[in-house]
C-alpha cells in the first residue's frame, strides 16, 4: 500500500506508554494518529495498587524519548537507581554499583508514566486518543479492525479507516492472537512458574530515611526474591517475586502465621519499615508473569507488533519498556527516512527488531537466576569484580554485559552471543584463579589479558553508538595514553598577597575560547594555606563539569587528593546523567596531594536566603538544648548567588553586612570570599543551577586545611521530595556533592528533609532572619529585593501563607497583583507549587484579585509547552546568523541560540555575560543606544520577559518610535533600526 505521507492515518490499538510514544513519534512525523485504549481515562479514575511493577528507563528508553521530545517531561517522574542495595537475610546489606562511571537506570510509576505519555500524546498535533475503545475482532480477510466502544462496534477497513495499524495491546494482545490464523505465524507463549505480588511501603517519617532512595534494593533468596523500587513521594514499591507452588512459594504462605515467620526469617528489616507488611501481603492474589516469543511482527504493509505485543518478558533485565521504546525509535527513524512504501518500512521493521526482541526475552529469562540466587554469593561478587577489571584493562574488547543492555545501545541479538562468549571466558578464569584473588593485583592483571587474548570476542556488540558516554583513557597522573588533542588546561597557578586578602588566579586555555580565561577566588589571608591553594582540587571541582561538557581531557599540573581521584568516576556518571552533552573525560594531574592534620572549623554557606537561614537555624537549634551548635562560620561568596561586578558592589556589601551582623549576634565568626567562577561557567552556556556545585566545592576545598567540614544549604531533591514541593537542588545535590569530600573537608548538604514552606515557617521565628532575607536572583541597583521576580513573589506568597508578610523588612507587601499576574513559569513542577500555594492563599481567605492573578498567571505558565522552541524559529527566520543582535532573556533562551546564531549579545551585559536587567528607563534607554552605536540593529524580547514593556514604559515608548516590529508573535518580538545612532 503506497500513501502519500500527509494523508496517511495510523491507528495504534493500546494507550500505554508504548502506543502514546508511537504516536507522539508517528504524529510529529507528518501522520495522523489515533489511538484506542481500552481502558477508562486513567486520569478520571484512582490509580490501581498491586498489580503493576515499577518500570526502569535506560539509555534506550531515553534515546527514544528524546527523539519525541518528552524526555525533559519524563525525567520530573523519575528517580535514578545508582546500582543495587543487597539485602541479607541477617540485616547486612552490600552495595553494588552498576559500573565505576556512575551510571543509573531511572524508576517510574507505570501509572505515572503512562498517565504523562497520554497527556503529551493528546497534545501533540495530529493524534486522537479514545479511550473505551477496545479492539476485540481482527479480521484478516476483510482486513478489518473491529472496535467495541461505550456506545456501539464498528468496523474500521484498512485503506479506509486508516493505512497501516499497530498492535500495542501488551502482553495478552488481542492482535497478536488473531495472526495465530496466518500459516506461517507462530508464537511461543510462556507463563513463568514465578508469580508476583506488589507492595507499597509508606514513606517514612520526615528527617528518616530507612531505605536507600536511590538504589534498587533486592531481597535475594533463592527460589524467589524481593525487589524495591523508591518513588518520589518516598515511599517505595515493593515486587514479591516467588514460585507458584514449592517449600517456599505463593501456596505455602497461605496463612498470616506462614508469612509473618516468612519475613521474620528472611527479611526483618522489611517488617520494621512496616509493621504491616504481612496483612498487605494478602490484599491481592498473586499475578502471573509471561514471556512471548513470535516468528513474525509484521503482515503484509498494513499490520505490525510493538512493544510487549511483539516480545512480551518477565521483568527481571528492566528492559521491557526499554525494548518497546525501541521498537517505536526504530519505527520512526524508517518514517525518516522519506519512503511513503508501507510494505518497505515494516518488512525492515520486522528484520531489525525480530531477532533481537527474541533475544532480550531470552536474557530476561537468565537473569532471574542473577538477582535471585547468585547476588550474594561470593563467587557471583568476585566474579563481578573480575568483569569490570577486565573491563578496565580493556575497555574496547570486553564490556560487561550489564552495562550494553542498559547504558548503552549495542543490538539485543550481539549482545546475547557476545555474552555466551564471555560467560566462557569468566568461567574460565575462574577456575584458574581460584576465589583467594584480588582483581587489580599485576599478576592477576596479566592472567586475565592472556584468557582474554585466547577468546574472540564479536567487535561488532563491543562498538556502541553511544561512544560519547565511554571514557577509554585512564585517569590520573602520567602520560597521554593517547588522550584526544583537545584539552582544558589550568596553567599557572599563581598566589598573590594584598593586605588581608589572597588571591590564587589560573589561566584556563581551552577549544571553546580563542583566546585564555583568567579564573581567580579571593579569600581572606587568615584562611589561605600556600599548598592548598595551588593543589589540583579546587581546580578540578570548579572545570570538571565544563571540560566534561566540552569533551575534552581536563589537566591540571599540581597534585590531586587521593578522594577525589578515587570519587571521580562516580561524579562523571552522575554529570553525565544530568547533562547528556557532558561525557567522561581523562583527568590528569602531577601527584598526590600529601596528607596532613585536618582544621575543627565548620562552614556555612550563608545567603542570608530561606535555605541557608533554616540550617543556621536548624544549627542553632542544638544551643537552645544545651548543645553545641553545629556552625562556627557563616561564609559568603561573592560572585555565586551574585555576580561580582562594580554594579553589583551595593548588593554584594549588603548581604556581606547583614552576614556579619548574623555572626555578632550568634558569636560565630564570618568570612567573605569572591570568585569570578561564574563568568566562565555563562560563557560556556552552563545554567548556573548545575555549575554552583563545583563552584562551591572549589571554595569549600580553598578552605580545607582550616575547615573539617561545609555545609551546603540545598533545596528539596527527588530523593525525598513531596508532590507539591520544589525541586530545586540542582547540581547541589546530596548525591554529588559528598563525593567532592577529601581526608580534610567533608562537603555536606543539609535542609533535603523540608519542603519550602516548611523551611519558610521555621525562618520566621527568627525575627533577624526577617530583617535580613534575601531570596532574589534578578536585582542589583533595584535593591536587596526587586520584589517582582519568580523568587521574590513566590516567597511573599509563602510568607503571606505563615502569616508573616507584615514583619518581613525586606519584601514589599501587601502583595500587588499586578506583579503576580506576570509570573512566568517555566517547568511542570513549579507550576505545580504555585497551584498548591494558591489553594493554601484561598483556604486562609486571601485577597481574590491575588488569588485571580494567581489563575491567571498558572494558565499562562501552562501554555508555554512548545513555546521556547516556536521562539527559535522565528528569531532563526528573522535575523541573519551572522549578525549581532540584542536579546532581552533572563531565561538564556540564547544559548539554545547558540548553535546558529552565536552573536546574541544579552541585554544587559558586562564583557559577554548577562547582567541582569535594567534597573529603571533610563539605564534601559543608555545600554540600546551604546549597542546601536556599535552597529547593532536588532532586538529581540522573549515572551517570558513581556513584562519589561510594561516596567520600562519610557524604553518601551522608544522601541514603538525608533524600531518596528518585523515579527511579532505570542513568543517573542523582533524590533528592527533603520540605523545606528
Known amino acids: 500500500m503506497h500513501t502519500h505521507r500527509d494523508e496517511t492515518h495510523v491507528v495504534v490499538v493500546g494507550g500505554g506508554p508504548v502506543g502514546s510514544l508511537l504516536a507522539i513519534l508517528l504524529a510529529r512525523r507528518g501522520l495522523r494518529v489515533t489511538i484506542h485504549e481500552s481502558r477508562q481515562d486513567p486520569r478520571s479514575t484512582p490509580a490501581s495498587e498491586g498489580r503493576s511493577i515499577n518500570l526502569t528507563i535506560a539509555e534506550r528508553g531515553w534515546s527514544a524519548l528524546g527523539k519525541a521530545g518528552v524526555d525533559a517531561a519524563v525525567r520530573e517522574i523519575t528517580i535514578p537507581l545508582y546500582g543495587r542495595s543487597i539485602h541479607g537475610d541477617d540485616n547486612t546489606i552490600q552495595e553494588q554499583p552498576y559500573n565505576e562511571r556512575g551510571d543509573a537506570i531511572y524508576s517510574t510509576s507505570r501509572a505515572a508514566l503512562s498517565i504523562l505519555l497520554l497527556e503529551l500524546a493528546e497534545q501533540t498535533p495530529g493524534v486522537t486518543v479514545r479511550f473505551e475503545h477496545r479492539c476485540v475482532e481482527l479480521d484478516l480477510e476483510n482486513r478489518e479492525l473491529v472496535i467495541a466502544g461505550p456506545q456501539t462496534t464498528e468496523r474500521l477497513a484498512a485503506g479506509v479507516d486508516f493505512d497501516v495499524v499497530f ?22 507463549l510462556r507463563f513463568s512458574p514465578i508469580m508476583y505480588r506488589e507492595i507499597k511501603l509508606p514513606a517514612p517519617p520526615d528527617g528518616e530515611q530507612t531505605l536507600s532512595p536511590e538504589r534498587l534494593h533486592l531481597w535475594p533468596r533463592g527460589d524467589g526474591m524481593i ?61 502471573l508473569l509471561t514471556s512471548c516469543r513470535s516468528s513474525r511482527l509484521v503482515l503484509d504493509d ?18 521491557g519498556l526499554n525494548a518497546g521504546f525501541e521498537d517505536c525509535s526504530t519505527l520512526a527513524d524508517l518514517v525518516d527516512g522519506g519512503s511513503a512504501d508501507w510494505g518497505s518500512i515494516l518488512r525492515q521493521y520486522e528484520m531489525s527488531r525480530l531477532p533481537n526482541g527474541n533475544a532480550v526475552v531470552t536474557m530476561a529469562e537468565q537473569h532471574f537466576q542473577e538477582l535471585a540466587q547468585d547476588a550474594r554469593a561470593p563467587d557471583f561478587i568476585l566474579r563481578k569484580a573480575i568483569e569490570q577489571r577486565i573491563h578496565q584493562l580493556a575497555p574496547h574488547r570486553f564490556r560487561p554485559v550489564y552495562d550494553m543492555v542498559a547504558f548503552e545501545d549495542v543490538p539485543y541479538l550481539s549482545i546475547l552471543e557476545t555474552k555466551e562468549t564471555q560467560d566462557r571466558l569468566l568461567d574460565r578464569i575462574m577456575g584458574e584463579l581460584g576465589t583467594g584473588v584480588r582483581p587489580g593485583e599485576a599478576p592477576i592483571d596479566g592472567v586475565l ?31 597521554d595514553n593517547g588522550v584526544a ?12 598577597i594584598e593586605a588581608d586578602t589572597a588571591r590564587v588566579t589560573a589561566t584556563i586555555r581551552s577549544g571553546w575560547w580563542s583566546e585564555p580565561r583568567e579564573v581567580w577566588f579571593e579569600l581572606p589571608v587568615d584562611y589561605a594555606d600556600l599548598e592548598i591553594l595551588t593543589a589540583a582540587d579546587p581546580w578540578l571541582a570548579a572545570l570538571l563539569l565544563p571540560a566534561m561538557r566540552q569533551q575534552e581531557a581536563l589537566r591540571v599540573g599540581a597534585p590531586l587528593s587521593p578522594e577525589l581521584l578515587n570519587a571521580l568516576p562516580q561524579m562523571e556518571g552522575i554529570y553525565s546523567t544530568w547533562q547528556p552533552c557532558a561525557a567522561p573525560i581523562n583527568v590528569h594531574t602531577s601527584g598526590v596531594l600529601p596528607h596532613r592534620a585536618a ?85 560556556m552556556g552552563i545554567s548556573w543551577h548545575w555549575g554552583q556545585a563545583g563552584a562551591l566545592a572549589a571554595i569549600s576545598l580553598l578552605l580545607q586545611s582550616r575547615f573539617r567540614k ?107 497583583p499586578k506583579v503576580v499576574s506576570k509570573l512566568r513559569i517555566l517547568f511542570p513542577h513549579e507550576i505545580l507549587v504555585l497551584e498548591e500555594r494558591r489553594d493554601r492563599l484561598a483556604e486562609k481567605g486571601a485577597d481574590p484579585e491575588i488569588l485571580a492573578a494567581l489563575d491567571a498567571a498558572i494558565e499562562r505558565s501552562k501554555d508555554e ?61 543608555a545600554e540600546l543606544g551604546e549597542a546601536r552605536r556599535a552597529g547593532v540593529r536588532k532586538f529581540v524580547i522573549w515572551e517570558s520577559d513581556f513584562w519589561a514593556l510594561d516596567y520600562y514604559p519610557r524604553f518601551a515608548e522608544h522601541l514603538a518610535a525608533e524600531g518596528r516590529q518585523i515579527a511579532a508573535t505570542p513568543e517573542v518580538l523582533v524590533y528592527e533600526f533603520d540605523r545606528a545612532r
Open 167 to 188: 498492535g500495542a495491546d501488551g502482553a495478552y494482545s488481542t492482535l497478536r492472537q488473531a495472526l495465530l490464523e496466518v500459516p506461517d505465524f507462530e508464537m511461543d
Open 227 to 287: 525487589v524495591g523500587f523508591p518513588n518520589l513521594d518516598r515511599s517505595h514499591t515493593l515486587s514479591i517475586f516467588l514460585p507458584a507452588t514449592g517449600p517456599v512459594s505463593f501456596e505455602s504462605l497461605s496463612t498470616r502465621h506462614q508469612a509473618q515467620s516468612f519475613f521474620e526469617e528472611s527479611c526483618p528489616d522489611l517488617l520494621d519499615v512496616d509493621p504491616n507488611l504481612v496483612r498487605k501481603f494478602f490484599r491481592r492474589p498473586p499475578s
Open 302 to 319: 498494513w499490520l505490525a507488533l510493538i512493544g510487549d505485543a511483539a516480545h512480551a518478558m518477565v521483568p527481571f533485565l528492566g528492559q
Open 449 to 479: 589479558i592472556t584468557a582474554l587474548d585466547d577468546f574472540e570476542i564479536p567487535v561488532e556488540a563491543n562498538a556502541s553508538t553511544n561512544t560519547n558516554r565511554v571514557n577509554p583513557h585512564p585517569r590520573g597522573s602520567g602520560s
Open 485 to 496: 588533542a583537545m584539552e582544558m588546561a589550568v596553567e599557572k597557578i599563581r598566589t598573590t
Open 599 to 683: 582544621g575543627d572549623a565548620v562552614g556555612l554557606f550563608f545567603s542570608c536566603g530561606v535555605d541557608s537561614w533554616y540550617s543556621l537555624l536548624k544549627s542553632e537549634d542544638r544551643r537552645l538544648v544545651g548543645r553545641s551548635p553545629e556552625v562556627t562560620h557563616l561564609v559568603t561568596v561573592a560572585g555565586v548567588d551574585v555576580d561580582v561586578d562594580e554594579r553589583k558592589a551595593d548588593i554584594i556589601d549588603a548581604v556581606a553586612r547583614n552576614t556579619h551582623r548574623v555572626a555578632d549576634e550568634l558569636g560565630l565568626g564570618a568570612l567573605a570570599l569572591s570568585t569570578n567562577i561564574r563568568q566562565l561557567y555563562t560563557s
Open 710 to 816: 561545609m555545609i551546603v544549604a540545598a533545596g528539596p531533591t527527588n530523593a525525598n521530595v513531596a508532590m507539591f514541593s520544589e525541586m530545586e537542588a540542582g547540581g547541589c545535590h546530596p548525591l554529588l556533592m559528598p563525593l567532592f569530600s577529601t581526608g580534610l573537608c567533608e562537603i555536606s548538604i543539609h535542609g533535603g528533609e523540608a519542603s519550602r514552606l516548611q523551611k519558610v515557617g521555621r525562618v520566621v521565628d527568627s525575627q533577624l532572619a526577617l530583617d535580613t532575607l534575601r531570596i532574589c536572583w534578578a536585582s542589583h541597583e533595584t535593591g536587596y529585593n526587586c520584589g517582582r521576580c519568580a523568587k521574590c513573589v513566590r516567597t511573599a506568597l509563602e510568607l503571606e501563607i505563615v502569616g508573616a508578610l507584615d514583619r518581613c523588612a525586606t519584601l514589599p507587601h501587601p502583595i500587588d
Open 865 to 925: 509547552e512548545g513555546g521556547r522552541e516556536r521562539a527559535l524559529q522565528v528569531i532563526e527566520g528573522a535575523i541573519d546568523p551572522d549578525e549581532v543582535f540584542l536579546i532581552l532573556d533572563e531565561d538564556e533562551l540564547r544559548f539554545d541560540l547558540a548553535r546558529t546564531h552565536a552573536n546574541a549579545r544579552p541585554f544587559t551585559e558586562r564583557q559577554g555575560v548577562f547582567n541582569g536587567v535594567p534597573a529603571d528607563d533610563d539605564h534601559a534607554l
